[in-house]
């Protein structure tokens, strides 16, 4: 899994699995976390987001937990498709001055195998 | 709808050389950031905008400056280009909640490629 500040990880799975995509985060302050997708050539894109107020949120294929006793957030993805292929980001916002600033994770890649 | 559009998408410059970079959103969002992504790496934030006419520093303000002169655009300029600045430049913006900043998800533009030689 990926921290918010690691060398890239890897993760390869079969078409039709799940996958997990992890990230640590540093700030026990942080509130708010998103996951984004960057596909090759293109900008991150929102997947899902969570606050600090729920430990669970689902999205379509989607989910985010979020541990905040250890700092963890995770990514799931059901029946994973060659589509979802990707360099997936965890964001944590954390305030400062007043303005919430988000610090992003160095991303993990998904390698879909058809 | 465009979102977020970020000119030119990929750019050679020689050592010495200055240029901008021109973000425009059309979602009429208060906040606008430029990142950097190099590769293996996550984004890292340059400097950033809370509305028209403010900017501030992020992580990495060095050698840049930027301009938001009107709230949908944001401007970033390399004022003498250095190969350490060959890199993958990304713009976002977001909305904001009330005056307690913004909790909600960045939209990106898909980047400018700019090379130093």
């Known amino acids: 899994g990926e921290s918010v500040g690691l060398h890239l990880p890897t993760l390869s799975v079969q078409e039709g699995d799940n996958s997990i995509i992890n990230c640590a985060y540093s700030n026990s302050a942080s509130d708010y976390f998103i996951w984004y997708k960057q596909e090759s050539g293109k900008g991150p894109q929102f997947i899902i987001d969570?606050?600090?107020?729920?430990d669970k949120r689902q999205g379509q294929r989607v989910t985010v937990l979020l541990n905040k006793t250890v700092k963890h957030l995770s990514l799931q993805i059901a029946a994973t498709q060659p589509g979802d292929s990707a360099v997936y980001f965890c964001?944590?916002?954390?305030?400062?001055?007043?303005?919430?600033?988000?610090?992003f994770g160095r991303g993990t890649s998904l390698i879909v195998h058809p | 709808n465009a979102g977020v559009t970020q000119t030119p998408k990929f750019r050679v410059l020689k050592t010495g050389q200055s240029m901008t970079l021109l973000c425009a959103q059309d979602m009429n969002h208060e906040y606008m950031y430029w990142y950097r992504q190099d590769p293996g790496m996550g984004l890292r934030l340059i400097h950033y905008?809370?509305?028209?006419?403010?900017?501030a520093k992020g992580e990495v303000p060095d050698g840049y400056n930027v301009s938001r002169l009107k709230k949908q655009n944001f401007l970033l300029g390399l004022e003498s280009a250095a190969p350490s600045q060959t890199s993958v430049y990304f713009c976002?913006?977001?909305?904001?909640?009330?005056?307690?900043?913004?909790?909600?998800?960045?939209?990106f533009g898909d980047g400018t490629r700019l090379s130093i030689l």
């Open positions: 964001a944590e916002n954390r305030g400062s001055g007043g303005s919430y600033i988000p610090t």
């Open positions: 905008s809370v509305g028209e006419g403010t900017t």
């Open positions: 976002a913006s977001s909305p904001s909640l009330g005056g307690v900043g913004s909790n909600q998800p960045q939209h």
């Open positions: 969570i606050r600090s107020n729920m």
